[in-house]
């Protein structure tokens, strides 16, 4: 067997960015340097991402403003995906359109049924600046589609709507790490 290095054994996890801080909107900036720097940052997003115990994760969830983001997540199969994209574009959705479980390490401990497409490819890079192409079904897809939206400031809130979105709001408002009033309930 060949040793290999486990992703995120050389990183260290940063502070989680909860929903309320500004760092979670506005679109990300493109990655132009594939260096060393950009290495560093996702070994520490995914040691950050396995210390909160998620199944994905956006740099802007640690306050950094680029699209990248990191997954290790099962399918509906039971396959384990892990891996990162860089400068990720979703290219392409179909398969019916399912409403199921999901959740944010920036709403933690909060989940409601939201509707995602079946299927999802994404287009990006690696950390060494190699294309990659990824294509994800069921609950993979879903953390595709998931992640792709943070890097343009959008939550999984924002596909909710009436009754859905008041009770994720209101037990958001309600938790133990809600941000101070003033800055709550986006
Ligand atoms: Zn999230």
Do not use: K
């Amino acid at each position: 067997m060949r040793l290999r290095t486990i992703p995120g054994s050389s990183g260290r996890p940063r502070p989680l960015r909860l929903l309320g801080d500004p760092a979670l909107s506005g679109p990300g900036r493109e990655v132009t340097a594939f260096d060393g720097e950009l290495a560093a940052l996702i070994e520490d997003m995914y040691a950050t991402m396995y210390a909160a115990h998620g199944v994905g994760l956006a740099a802007h969830q640690i306050g950094v403003p680029l699209r990248v983001f990191v997954y290790d997540c099962p399918d509906d199969e039971d396959r384990r995906h892990l891996g990162h994209l860089v400068n990720p574009r979703l290219v392409e959705t179909d398969g019916p359109v399912v409403r199921g479980p999901e959740g944010c390490l920036s709403l933690p401990g909060i989940e409601a049924g939201t509707p995602r497409y079946d299927r999802a490819v994404v287009t990006g890079f690696s950390a060494s600046g190699e294309p990659r192409t990824v294509t994800g079904t069921g609950f993979f897809a879903r953390c595709l589609q998931h992640e792709c939206d943070h890097l343009d400031g959008l939550l999984y809130v924002d596909h909710l709507t009436g009754l859905r979105r008041r009770r994720v709001l209101r037990a958001a408002a309600r938790a133990p790490w809600a941000a101070e009033p003033e800055t709550s309930g986006r």
